[in-house]
């Protein structure tokens, strides 16, 4: 299975961006469908954004869409995510994740490799 690291996660003000990095291990990060979630101190982990195997498909929820934005480059194995306009309630622990399908993957349960996070605090 592909190893997944994520990076730039900090402390930021809110209204103002971040750019999140997840690296993936191996040569087939190209047949991933790869996904962006989160998750804040006692909740549950939530789907934050995803992109199919060529990134000709996205897919976000009401809460982050026309904020978020998410990227890949097959050839550097990175997935990016792009956020703008941070709230308060953005703050959690940001997971990529891959999918073995290359599209329609944003359920949990359809991932089968998880980074270790990288935390994203947004103050007022």
């Known amino acids: 299975q592909v190893q997944l690291v994520e990076s730039g996660g900090e402390l930021v003000q809110a209204g103002g961006s971040l750019r999140l990095s997840c690296a993936a291990s191996?040569?087939?990060?190209?047949?991933?469908?790869m996904g962006w979630f989160r998750q804040a101190p006692g909740k549950e982990r939530e789907f934050v954004a995803t992109?199919?195997?060529?990134?000709?498909?996205?897919y976000y929820p009401d809460s982050v869409k026309g904020r978020f934005t998410i990227s890949r480059d097959n050839a550097k194995n990175t997935v990016y995510l792009q956020m703008n306009s941070l709230k308060p309630e953005d703050t959690a622990v940001y997971y990529c994740?891959?999918?073995?399908?290359?599209?329609?993957?944003?359920?949990?349960?359809?991932?089968?490799?998880w980074g270790q996070g990288t935390q994203v605090t947004v103050s007022s």
């Open positions: 992109i199919s195997c060529n990134g000709g498909w996205t």
């Open positions: 191996g040569r087939t990060f190209s047949t991933y469908n």
């Open positions: 994740a891959a999918a073995s399908n290359c599209y329609y993957a944003y359920r949990p349960g359809q991932f089968i490799s």
